[in-house]
């Protein structure tokens, strides 16, 4: 027998379908455990008249739009009613009345605090002046007294006299560190009127042609910079040297250096230069 037939036989059987037994799950909110109860027969019945039977048979429903006609509830005049039932009506309906309002005056009277005391008004703010808060700085700290408190001026006077007798004689308390404080040279120089022509920053020669010398704006330790800088300068590079040396060791002995003060690695001076005094042959 082929292998192909082996194979059509083993797959040509039904194949055994085994389902592994589940646990009894509870029934969800829309099973009903059981059968049903004598209750339930019953809506079932009311739901089966209305949707189960056929169309021409079916109950018209109610319209919302037309509503449903009254009856006429009108007292009958016919009958006579006694007065006192009038009175004995109108005495209970007063009577609610007046123990609504008791109730009402009583909420009130529980409502009021028992010591009753005047509403809170927070003091004005004192005006400052502009003291902007630089981050870099530190706050400003005013002074004792200052910003001195506005004059007290009368609402109006009696004769224009006086008003200038007033404004004239009003006076302004000076601050001690105003009165200790020295003014600098610039500021001295700023309170005084302006001057025409300005004042020149340099002064010019009286013969305009006459050259005006250099400024020297280098100081002491820039100038000694400046010299390291020019002798690092002028000296040749070290790389360069150790590489004449090793290709003309004559050349370089005969320029005055000594070629064994350079690294053999990297060319830098291994020590301090030796000069030797140049014989002429």
Request: glycine residues 2%.
């Amino acid at each position: 027998m082929a292998s192909w037939e082996k194979w059509v036989e083993r797959n040509a059987k039904p194949k055994i379908k085994f389902s592994v037994p589940q646990l009894p799950q509870p029934p969800t909110r829309w099973q009903k455990p059981g059968p049903m109860d004598r209750q339930q027969w019953i809506d079932f019945h009311k739901w089966a008249k209305v949707n189960a039977c056929p169309l021409q048979q079916r109950p018209k429903r109610k319209s919302r739009s037309a509503p449903e006609p009254t009856p006429n509830l009108k007292p009958d005049r016919s009958i006579p009613i006694s007065p006192l039932v009038f009175i004995c009506v109108a005495s209970e309906l007063q009577a609610e009345r007046d123990r609504k309002r008791e109730l009402k005056e009583k909420i009130e009277i529980l409502s009021q605090p028992k010591y009753k005391r005047e509403k809170y008004l927070p003091p004005p703010k004192r005006e400052h002046p502009y003291r902007p808060q630089l981050p870099y700085r530190p706050p400003p700290k005013p002074e004792r007294g200052r910003p001195t408190e506005k004059p007290k001026v009368p609402c109006c006077f009696q004769h224009e006299e006086l008003k200038i007798n007033f404004w004239s004689n009003l006076r302004f308390k000076i601050s001690p560190q105003a009165l200790k404080a020295k003014p600098s040279k610039k500021v001295v120089e700023l309170a005084r009127p302006r001057t025409y022509p300005p004042k020149l920053h340099c002064p010019l020669p009286a013969n305009k042609d006459e050259k005006i010398p250099k400024r020297k704006k280098m100081s002491a330790k820039q100038w000694k910079d400046h010299l390291m800088r020019l002798d690092f300068l002028s000296q040749p590079n070290p790389r360069v040297l150790a590489d004449l040396a090793l290709s003309f060791p004559d050349l370089i002995v005969g320029a005055g250096l000594q070629v064994g003060c350079l690294c053999k690695y990297c060319g830098c001076p291994t020590g301090k230069p030796v000069y030797y005094d140049l014989v002429d042959e």
